[in-house]
T-cell receptor, first 113, second 112 residues
Framework: EAQVTQNPRYLITVTGKKLTVTCSQN?????MSWYRQDPGLGLRQIYY???????DKGDVPEGYKVSRKEKRNFPLILESPSPNQTSLYFC????????????FGPGTRLTVT | QKEVEQNSGPLSVPEGAIASLNCTYS??????FFWYRQYSGKSPELIMF??SNGDKEDGRFTAQLNKASQYVSLLIRDSQPSDSATYLC???WGFGNEKLTFGTGTRLTIIP
């Protein structure tokens, strides 16, 4: 089954404790992105990647890091999480052609206390 | 900063009627426009995309684009209770539309 997977689905952590949210897709897509979704602010793009070793900042990159060492994986790293990073995070992938549809993962709900 | 504006709603429409969702965008050079649907607690899923001025129909859904007015809309005909969801308008750019700016979404409720 074609899909984007994220782990963990739920995470509660404390301020300053480094964490990684994994994202993997099995559709051989070149493009991958991370978004956060907050009430009243909608979906905002954090980082995106156009291919292995090619990443760029989205609209809200502060406090986040990403890497794209393999085509299928695009982890999101929070080196020192803060409470304002409490949010619902989505990973997405696209083949960058046709309908340019971005396929979203199931989401990771992160709480930073 | 590219901006996409939507009326947050909620928008209530009787079953069987036409639901009309609207979106405006700030960047006149924008080329690609998308409508995603998001059920409560679920991920967004693409329902329509449009690049050219005019109308594009797919089943009960019609997307309308007016680049001169920087306006894109989504019409849902014969609305069903299963259409109750939040509808997200998005503007894409980049070679593969890898960059997306979303509006805050319009919550639609279809009343049986």
């Amino acid at each position: 089954e074609a899909q984007v997977t994220q782990n963990p689905r739920y995470l509660i952590t404390v301020t300053g404790k480094k964490l990684t949210v994994t994202c993997s897709q099995n559709m051989n897509h070149e493009y991958m992105s991370w978004y956060r979704q907050d009430p009243g602010l909608g979906l905002r793009q954090i980082y995106y990647s156009m291919n292995v070793e090619v990443t760029d900042k989205g609209d809200v990159p502060e406090g986040y890091k990403v890497s794209r060492k393999e085509k299928r994986n695009f982890p999101l790293i929070l080196e020192s999480p803060s409470p304002n990073q409490t949010s619902l995070y989505f990973c997405a992938s696209s083949d960058g052609q046709g309908s340019y549809e971005q396929y979203f993962g199931p989401g990771t709900r992160l709480t930073v206390t | 900063q590219k901006e996409v504006e939507q009326n947050s709603g909620p928008l209530s429409v009787p079953e069987g009627a036409i639901a009309s969702l609207n979106c405006t965008y700030s960047d006149r050079g924008s080329q690609s426009f998308f409508w995603y649907r998001q059920y409560s607690g679920k991920s967004p899923e693409l329902i329509m995309f449009i690049y050219s001025n005019g109308d594009k129909e797919d089943g009960r859904f019609t997307a309308q684009l007016n680049k001169a007015s920087q306006y894109v809309s989504l019409l849902i005909r014969d609305s069903q209770p299963s259409d109750s969801a939040t509808y997200l308008c998005a503007v894409g750019w980049g070679f593969g539309n890898e960059k997306l700016t979303f509006g805050t979404g319009t919550r639609l409720t279809i009343i049986p």
